[in-house]
């Protein structure tokens, strides 16, 4: 076995030790949170998240960063309700809302790969402009719909599975497959590693990156949509808490798999999820949720920071040895 594959045997290992910890300690203060009710109903909270992860995680592993995704989902989310308002169908409203994403993932896309804008200040401001639209609907006033006609996005069912569980399913499977068994998938970490040398093999590394954008704000759309499903009106602020627990399962996930990966994002996003629930379920102010996320999020930064380090560590000792064995000159 390779010293890679050791060492994320190990981390592996190490998250199934920390996670087992987490749950053994909750369930010791309160026997109610190892249910299979409780932990059911754990399941299809994190569903939001996870769902609005999974673009997250194509945007990281291009090595980019999207600070606008949770405030174009607000938008996605208001213009829905606002479309349901106006007597559209659930499917027109939500499908048209989600048009309206891929038109803001696009325009971030191409800023920052064609462009070549600075991400972190293109995607803040184009996320400002999302949330200013989103109140072009409403005129900074909920919108309130009847729930009747959107519950089934959170309360209804899908062969006999509960519909956000259903498409987290069907979603992480998708593009679980697309990241790591296809060749799009090699073309994103190729992106992600080195743009240039990417470019030069032969990859559109601006239509990788404005892809990725696009996967970022639709899902996140998607998973407003589901709140706002579940809350029974359309609110601004319905995706304001996105922002946190979605980078932290992203780089959990980086951190036990060492790179940007769909099952370690789902697994973070779960983590994070258990951590505020089993926070809530002692009875601590449910603001402490928050500090909890955030400090997950600096950990699993320092840990991937570290992994990264070492990566880079080990390909230059690697190619010390090649050059003094005369493999490289």
Known sequence: MSVTKNENFISIIGFIIIFTAVIGFFTFMN????????????????TIIAIASIGLTFVI?????????????????????????KNFSVPAAVITALIGSVVFGFTTGFAIGVARLPDIISTIAIGVIAYGCSYLFSNGQKIYVNKSN?????????????????????????????????????????????????????????AVIIFSYILCTVFSSFAGMISTASRGNGDVATTANFLMPCFTAVFIGSAVFKRPNL?????????VRMM????????????????VTSILLIISLLISKLNTFGSFKRIRLVAAVN???GVAK
């Open 323 to 325: 050059t003094k064995g």
């Open 263 to 271: 099952l370690g994002t789902f697994l973070g996003a779960f983590f």
């Open 150 to 206: 959107i519950s089934f996005l959170n309360d209804g069912n899908i062969l006999g599975i509960p519909t956000p569980i259903f498409f987290l399913l069907l979603f992480y499977i998708i593009f679980f497959i697309l990241m790591e068994k296809t060749k799009y998938g090699t073309y994103i970490f190729a992106a992600g590693s080195n743009r240039i040398a990417a470019r030069l093999s032969g990859i559109n590394t601006n």
């Open 61 to 85: 592993a291009v090595n980019h960063t999207d600070l606008s995704f949770y405030l174009t989902a607000g938008f996605s989310a208001m213009f829905m309700s606002w479309l349901i308002s």
């Open 31 to 46: 026997p109610n949170f190892l249910t299979a009710k409780y932990f059911l109903t754990m399941f299809k909270n994190v």
């Open 276 to 291: 505020i629930d089993g926070v809530l379920l002692l009875g601590i102010p449910y603001y402490v949720g928050d500090l």
